[in-house]
């Protein structure tokens, strides 16, 4: 079956978002004498509900207002200082002169994807978003692919799905689709399926990707 259609995951996959928000709550862990565990942080990582990291911290109701308020601006500040992943340009370009459909299927809200997008000049660039608040359920959820694909107006089997969560590919495994994880800092190391293939980065391009899941783009 030809692959006519790229559905990226947004954040840890594009834009890593994820190890941005990990270091910055590291440092408030460690500035209140505790160490967050990074096993317990992915059971969070590209879906919603899964994790409380307040819990751990056990501040008073006015300290953790301050704390979130100081926290949400470093982690911000963060992000807006880094870039998309390596070789996610590139990628993206080879895709769209191979006449693949882009689309991206993300637990986060529009509202947070789309200003993104635009600081990286990709506004444009994703003919679908399918988003958190678009749907009942996120991932591990087929829900968001499930979304991404009838809009699309293909099958699963016409798609390959790029995540670096193990929510994320579960979520995109049981919509059908093959997936490619190409992992984090965070998101390495997760209990990944042997099925799902997994690549160090985006640096060797479409072909690689493709080559993944043993396919080639055809317009």
């Known amino acids: 079956m030809t692959i006519?259609?790229?559905?990226?995951?947004f954040d840890g996959?594009?834009?890593?978002?994820?190890s941005h928000e990990f270091r910055r709550w590291q440092d408030l862990y460690a500035?209140?004498?505790?160490?967050?565990?990074?096993?317990?942080w992915r059971?969070?990582?590209?879906?919603?509900?899964?994790?409380?990291?307040w819990a751990g911290l056990e501040l008073a109701q006015d300290a953790r207002e301050e704390a979130r308020a100081a926290l949400h601006e470093e982690i911000m500040a963060s992000i807006r200082a880094d870039d998309l992943r390596p070789g996610v340009?590139?990628?993206?370009?080879?895709?769209?002169?191979?006449?693949?459909?882009l689309a991206i299927a993300s637990s986060s809200d529009r509202s947070w994807i789309e200003p993104w997008?635009?600081?990286?000049?990709?506004?444009?660039?994703?003919?679908?978003?399918?988003?958190r608040d678009q749907v009942t359920r996120v991932k591990p959820d087929p829900e968001l692919y499930a979304l991404a694909l009838e809009k699309l107006g293909l099958r699963a089997s016409?798609?390959?799905a790029v995540e670096d969560s193990f929510h994320g590919a579960t979520a995109a495994h049981r919509?059908?689709?093959?997936?490619?994880v190409v992992p984090n800092d965070v998101t390495a190391g997760s209990p990944f399926l042997d099925e799902w293939p997994l690549l160090d980065g985006f640096e060797g391009g479409l072909r690689a990707l493709l080559g993944a899941v043993g396919e080639t783009a055809r317009s």
């Not at 996959?13 to 994820?18: G, N, R, V, Y």
């Not at 004498?33 to 990074?38: A, K, P, Q, S, T």
């Not at 919509?175 to 490619?180: D, E, P, S, T």
């Open 117 to 131: 997008l635009e600081q990286h000049g990709l506004a444009g660039t994703f003919e679908v978003l399918a988003t």
């Open 175 to 180: 919509a059908g689709l093959r997936v490619v």
């Open 31 to 40: 500035r209140h004498g505790r160490e967050l565990d990074l096993s317990a």
């Open 4 to 9: 006519r259609a790229l559905i990226f995951d």
């Open 43 to 53: 059971q969070g990582v590209g879906t919603w509900g899964a994790f409380d990291p």
């Open 13 to 18: 996959t594009l834009l890593d978002t994820e």
């Open 158 to 160: 016409e798609a390959v």
């Open 89 to 101: 340009r590139v990628l993206l370009g080879e895709a769209r002169a191979a006449g693949l459909r």
